[in-house]
């Protein structure tokens, strides 16, 4: 039984975590991952979670607090806040390639 250590930055997407997830051949047979990340990243996660609670009225919304235990759920959360959030900022670029390449 083996376990990996997969480290979280500030922007990581969802593409990044499953190609770090997606080397180990046995997950499903008891190979287990653990998530480290710095002190800055872990309350970028707890910002996206209370805001997220507070959005959808499942939570107070409240300040990112030091005492919110990060869970699993809690860093999907962060990551598909950032794979959206990179989608949408290359929606410009991408009109922007798609006119050109009408009119060239």
Do not use: Y
């Not at 990996?4 to 593409?15: E, M, N, P, R, Y």
């Not at 990340?37 to 939570?59: K, Q």
């Amino acid at each position: 039984k083996a376990s990996a250590l997969v480290t979280l930055g500030q922007s990581v997407c969802k593409d990044e975590l499953m190609q770090a997830v997606g080397r180990l051949r046995q997950l499903t047979r008891g190979q287990t991952v653990l998530f480290a990340a710095p002190r800055f990243v872990l309350h970028a996660v707890r910002t996206i979670v209370t805001e997220d609670a507070g959005a959808t009225g499942s939570g107070a919304a409240t300040a990112a607090s030091p005492a919110l235990e990060v869970t699993v759920e809690h860093v999907l959360a962060f990551v598909m806040h950032n794979t959206a959030r990179r989608g949408v900022a290359g929606l410009k670029l991408w009109a922007q390639q798609g006119v050109q390449w009408r009119f060239s």
